[in-house]
């Protein structure tokens, strides 16, 4: 059975930081790309970042300089440092495993960017 679980979520204030953790389960992790996803309430959800297999990152124009997405393929998990929040970061992140036609989500971890 494939897992993959989101954590770090929570509330901060605007300039403030949160690092969310993908812990994966039950797939060969370092083959897999991994990406993180926020969907915003009534919104579709939308891209963040993406790790590969190999280690390049690349981030969406809203994030960029902003977060960081790194991995630890010992301990079968991804990250992401989200530094400098803002109150449009609020929504749901989720993490997405990828191997050719494979593809895995996680359950999602709310981040709410608020004073």
């Known amino acids: 059975q494939v897992l993959l679980v989101e954590s770090g979520g929570g509330l901060v204030q605007p300039g403030g930081s949160l690092r969310l953790s993908c812990a994966a389960s039950?797939?060969?992790?370092?083959?897999?790309?991994i990406g993180w996803y926020h969907q915003a309430p009534g919104k579709q959800r939308e891209w963040v970042a993406t790790?590969?297999?190999?280690?390049?990152?690349n981030y969406a124009d809203s994030v960029k300089g902003r977060f960081t997405i790194s991995r630890d393929n010992a301990k079968n998990t991804v990250y992401l440092q989200m530094n400098s929040l803002k109150p449009e970061d609020t929504a749901v992140y989720f993490c997405?495993?990828?191997?050719?036609?494979?593809?895995?989500w996680g359950q999602g971890t709310q981040v709410t960017v608020s004073s």
């Open positions: 997405n495993a990828r191997l050719g036609d494979r593809d895995y």
């Open positions: 790790i590969s297999a190999a280690g390049s990152t």
């Open positions: 039950g797939i060969t992790f370092r083959f897999y790309a």
